[in-house]
């Protein structure tokens, strides 16, 4: 994805050190990016319709179902949320590949160990991954980590070896070794992997630093593992991600399109030296906060067989919908809710506005009955007056 995205992201609020410029910057983004959300909305509008598909969502000012969001709090910008809506995040499992007996090798007798991932999807340039390699070699040089574990598919492996060969770069030599040898792991302190365990290196405690794209689940996990963050992000939520990353006091930003070989191995100093301690202490903090709220996943799933039982007896009939009986949607009778019959009771999660007119649920009907009267009186004492 080369050069900078249409999304991209100045500030992520309003707050300080946000300027008047970059708060402007961000009001104008459906301006500047029209042109993407108009064909997105056409081409949303035709699939829906090709599937059966309702052309829009309700649009209701709060929901009558449950919305559940994979959404974490504790790094993310707090916001309200409507009845029925519960952040439920970071969903994580609670187990995860281990590592094998060719990882536990590698890592063995290593102190400060970087976990290398950008996903499966992100295939960077040669020029960007030759600044990449240069900075972690001098890092390594200088003694900053013993190891690298770099998650990177074969055919990336390939395709950047084709370019370094493309590119006949006498220079692209790292930790004494020319590129192909290094990517063949000739190197004993750096390996490259076609799929690496993520959650297994990011819990073992040779692992001090991680190096992310910083996509949701990338951002989560090393959260949750308590392992401070290199993020260059490429595109999408993953460039708000970093700078609340940053803004967390858990680890630091490249830019993709516009880093100094140097500024790799600073910030991996800056991290991994933490002259303050204020990485660890936020690392620290952040993964309390995250193994706290990765537990309401089992909440969420407590809310919807909560609903589902409200579903089920708020009607004249109980359809056992647990245990395999008709869903809601079925037919018969009692005018499409399955042979339910009759409502007798309202929704237990939903407020009281949601069951009124806009005209009843903000009085503006009193309003109205006040107004009338006091124009009556009004009239009626003039008329009196003029008689």
């Known amino acids: 994805v080369p050069g ?13 050190p946000a300027t008047m410029y970059d708060r402007l910057f961000e009001q104008s983004y459906f301006l500047r990016y029209a042109p993407h959300l108009i064909d997105l909305y056409l081409w949303t509008r035709k699939m829906r319709r090709r599937e059966g598909v309702r052309t829009m969502p309700p649009m209701k000012p709060k929901p009558d179902h449950i919305v559940l969001v994979n959404s974490f709090f504790g790094m993310e910008t707090p916001k309200d949320l409507p009845p029925l809506m519960m952040a439920a995040g ?5 187990e995860w590949q281990p590592l094998d007996q060719g990882h536990l090798d590698f890592l063995r007798g290593k ?5 290398f991932a950008l996903g499966t999807h992100v295939i960077l340039r040669y020029e960007v991954l030759k600044k990449l390699l240069t900075g972690l070699a001098d890092a390594m040089s200088e003694g900053l980590i013993d190891g690298i574990v770099w998650a990177m598919r074969a055919t990336a492996r390939k395709q950047l070896a084709g370019a370094s060969a493309e590119a006949d770069d006498a220079s692209a030599t790292f930790l004494g070794l020319p590129l192909p040898k290094l990517l063949a792991g000739a190197h004993p302190s750096w390996v490259f992997l076609d799929h690496a365990p993520q959650r297994a290196f990011l819990q073992h405690e040779s692992v001090k630093l991680f190096f992310t794209h910083s996509g949701p689940s990338s951002a989560n996990e090393g959260l949750y593992h308590g392992v401070p963050m290199l993020a260059m992000p490429i595109f999408g939520d993953q460039i708000n991600n970093a700078m609340r990353l940053e803004r967390a006091g858990v680890g630091l930003r490249l830019e993709k399109h516009d880093f100094a070989v140097a500024e790799v191995t600073a910030k991996l100093r800056a991290i991994l030296a933490d002259a303050d301690g204020s990485f660890a202490r936020n690392v620290l903090r952040l993964q309390r906060i995250a193994t706290v709220a990765s537990r309401r996943k089992f909440a969420a799933a407590d ?7 409200d579903w089920g007896l708020r009607f004249e009939r109980e359809v056992p919908l647990l245990e395999g009986g ?4 079925e ?9 339910r019959g009759r409502q007798l009771s309202p929704m237990h999660l939903e407020t009281a506005d949601m069951r009124m007119s806009w005209l009843r649920a903000n009085n503006v009907d009193q309003l109205l009955i006040l107004l009338a009267a006091a124009s009556g009186l009004i009239f009626a004492y003039h008329y009196a007056w003029w008689w």
């Not at 900078?4 to 300080?16: A, F």
């Not at 970071?90 to 609670?94: A, D, E, H, K």
């Open 303 to 309: 809310l919807i067989e909560e609903h589902m039982y």
């Open 331 to 339: 037919g018969g009778g009692g005018g499409g809710n399955g042979g």
């Open 4 to 16: 900078v995205p249409g999304t991209q992201t100045r500030c992520l609020t309003s707050e300080p």
């Open 90 to 94: 970071p969903v994580l499992s609670p």
């Open 111 to 115: 102190k400060s160990v970087l976990f």
């Open 326 to 329: 008709p869903s809601a949607t």
